[in-house]
């Protein structure tokens, strides 16, 4: 029996962002060392990470709503996706004000994710839209000591009939 749709999902945007390949800015800024799926995100996922830039996946919520009497449905599954690169310059301490260094990282981190995601915005006809129902969201108030990251948070809406996985 195939995998479910969201499974299927989460494979295809896990490809993606490992797709990624920087190029001073062209298309891509940052290529990742690591892009894996997580059940949530810890502490120990940046702490024990190789390379010096890690994208982590993890899978939210999903809703499934009727939208036709023939058996079809929609869904809809909710993504989280932490973008970090390594980040430490040699005046750094946890108190300091950051300038602009870091923040320009994320908004390059950020463009990445947002562009890899919208290269294809069917997934190979799996989905209607990446980012569907409510916009994109991203968190760039997160602090961890050593990297620059920003989480990503998005809504994929997918239709399907009833008897499909």
Known sequence: MAESIHEQIAVALKTGFAA?????????????????????FEDAHLEKARGDVVYLLQAGDETHEEITTNERLMGRAEFFLL?????????ENAGSLDGEGR??????LV????????????????TINVIDQEPLSVDRSMVFTGWALAQLHFLVGYPYHSVAP
């Open 83 to 91: 973008v970090a690169k390594r980040y430490a310059p040699a005046n």
């Open 103 to 108: 923040q320009t990282i994320v908004n390059q």
């Open 111 to 126: 463009r990445d994710a947002i562009r890899a995601l919208t290269r294809d915005v069917t997934l190979s006809g799996q």
């Open 20 to 40: 990624i390949v920087g190029d001073q800015g062209a298309t891509y800024w940052h290529t990742p060392n690591l892009v894996a799926r997580v059940h949530h």
